[in-house]
């Protein structure tokens, strides 16, 4: 166990409607991290907060977005859905956005749109 | 550039065999370079990682060769087992402005034959 949490496990929904994936990083952890996984594919970085505010952007769609809270969770929002944007959607966390940055992975979100 | 090119896509060994995972990079910026573990259907964790200052690490039968000269590291599993059947990752750390960065390999799918 990470100790980094994500709900719901997995999500089955249709196209054109939108989502919302949370993530609880570990206890401390300040910077989140959320990553696209398609079926047999690599990790594909999305976006990155550090104390609430956006660090580093990758390959995010303008259809998601998302938001880092006070208390630190984290909340990837996920809107006019299509059918390629069925993944694993992870997130994780690491202590500080410094070098040697261990990263730790929640279970993940399976998304699976009709 | 900031890639990490990893190979193969896929591998099959023998149980007891060593395979061996290679991956190369350009960006002599890059200082920490992990290797992370993903079984099926759970969130990658950190196996093993090196700083380019040393040229070898081991932990237990897992074992990184890190060549600074020729931009390589490569990721030896010794007395390779089914249980060690997974997707692997390697990754490079970067310093980009006050964060940084993991720049991922696009994965091994490593499957070990009893």
């Known amino acids: 166990d990470s100790g980094v949490t994500q709900t719901p496990k997995h999500l089955i929904t249709a196209t054109g409607q939108r989502v919302t994936l949370r993530c609880s990083p570990r206890s401390g952890d300040l910077s989140v991290y959320w990553y696209q996984q398609s079926l047999d594919q690599g990790l594909q970085f999305l976006i990155q907060y550090y104390n609430g505010e956006e660090r580093a952007k990758g390959n995010i769609l303008e259809r998601f977005s998302a938001q880092q809270f006070p208390d630190l969770h984290s909340e990837l929002n996920l809107s006019s859905l299509e059918l390629g944007d069925s993944a694993l959607y992870f997130c994780?966390?690491?202590?500080?956005?410094?070098?040697?940055?261990?990263?730790?992975f929640g279970p993940g979100t399976r998304l699976t749109v009709l | 550039q900031q890639q990490v090119k990893q190979s193969p896509q896929s591998l099959i060994v023998q149980k007891g065999g060593i395979p061996i995972i290679n991956c190369a990079y350009e960006?002599?910026?890059?200082?920490?370079f992990p290797w992370y573990q993903q079984f099926p259907g759970k969130g990658p964790a950190l196996l093993i990682a090196i700083r380019p200052d040393v040229s070898e690490k081991k932990e237990g039968r897992f074992t990184i060769s890190f060549n600074k000269s020729a931009k390589q590291f490569s990721l030896h599993i010794m007395d390779s087992q089914p249980g060690d059947s997974a997707t692997y990752f390697c990754?490079?750390?970067?310093?980009?402005?006050?964060?940084?960065?993991?720049?991922w390999g696009a994965g091994t799918k490593l499957i070990i034959k009893p």
């Open positions: 990754a490079a750390s970067i310093r980009a402005g006050s964060n940084y960065q993991l720049i």
């Open positions: 994780a966390s690491s202590a500080a956005a410094r070098s040697y940055n261990e990263q730790f």
């Open positions: 960006n002599t910026a890059f200082d920490y």
